[in-house]
T-cell receptor, first 117, second 111 residues
Framework: DAGVTQSPTHLIKTRGQQVTLRCSPKSGHDTVSWYQQALGQGPQFIFQYYEEEERQRGNFPDRFSGHQFPNYSSELNVNALLLGDSALYLC????????????????FGQGTRLTVV | GQQLNQSPQSMFIQEGEDVSMNCTSSSIFNTWLWYKQDPGEGPVLLIALYKAGELTSNGRLTAQFGITRKDSFLNISASIPSDVGIYFCAGQLEESNDMRFGAGTRLTVKP
């Protein structure tokens, strides 16, 4: 049973460029959340996707956008990259029916390390 | 914003010792989760708590959901070298259902 998989594992981009990160949720999961983790900090919630729509959003600018596909996989897009966007980007998957019942357990991928130079 | 204050920031202990860490906030949470993160990996869920006052164990780990719903603690008994890592608390805010993470507790265990 594959867990959450993210690609690529590492990425270097230049300031001003755009980047797309990908996530495949754990088998059977239909909800994907994205987090940004700066060095030495805890993950910060970016947004959550369910049924191909953004359901919740954290305090991130519109440069951060996402997409969820019919197979539940998801992409995170960041436009006009800034040096401060350098971080580990984590994807977490969960099952909506469990969320509805109050079970918020989420399983994380190993992340994509983005470096903006 | 609604911050989670996690303490201590770091701990250096001897193998076999017990460890305690906690998270507090001025906001009310519906859920508390405790994760462990190893270098280069994503966080791995250790314990989930859903009710105020709930005390849950997972092997040598014990965590509690505070009665006020504004805090939680995690205890690790009889620490071993593989307990080394960064431990994060995470809580789902009652007012917005947002998930917030603490800044982490870095645990070092000396053999």
């Amino acid at each position: 049973d594959a867990g959450v998989t993210q690609s690529p594992t590492h990425l270097i981009k230049t300031r001003g460029q755009q980047v797309t990160l990908r996530c495949s949720p754990k088998s059977g999961h239909d909800t994907v959340s994205w987090y940004q983790q700066a060095l030495g900090q805890g993950p910060q919630f970016i947004f959550q996707y369910y049924e191909e729509e953004e359901r919740q959003r954290g305090n991130f600018p519109d440069r951060f956008s996402g997409h969820q596909f019919p197979n539940y996989s998801s992409e995170l897009n960041v436009n006009a990259l800034l040096l401060g966007d350098s971080a580990l980007y984590l994807c977490a998957s969960s099952l909506d029916t469990l969320i509805f019942l109050g079970n918020t357990e989420a399983f994380f991928g190993q992340g994509t390390r983005l470096t903006v130079v | 914003g609604q911050q989670l204050n996690q303490s201590p920031q770091s701990m250096f202990i001897q193998e076999g010792e017990d460890v305690s860490m906690n998270c507090t906030s001025s906001s009310i949470f519906n859920t508390w989760l405790w994760y462990k993160q190893d270098p280069g990996e994503g966080p791995v869920l250790l314990i989930a708590l859903y009710k105020a006052g709930e005390l849950t164990s997972n092997g040598r780990l014990t965590a509690q959901f505070g009665i006020t719903r504004k805090d939680s603690f995690l205890n690790i008994s009889a620490s071993i070298p593989s307990d080394v890592g960064i431990y994060f608390c995470a809580g789902q805010l009652e007012e917005s259902n947002d998930m917030r993470f603490g800044a982490g507790t870095r645990l070092t265990v000396k053999p």
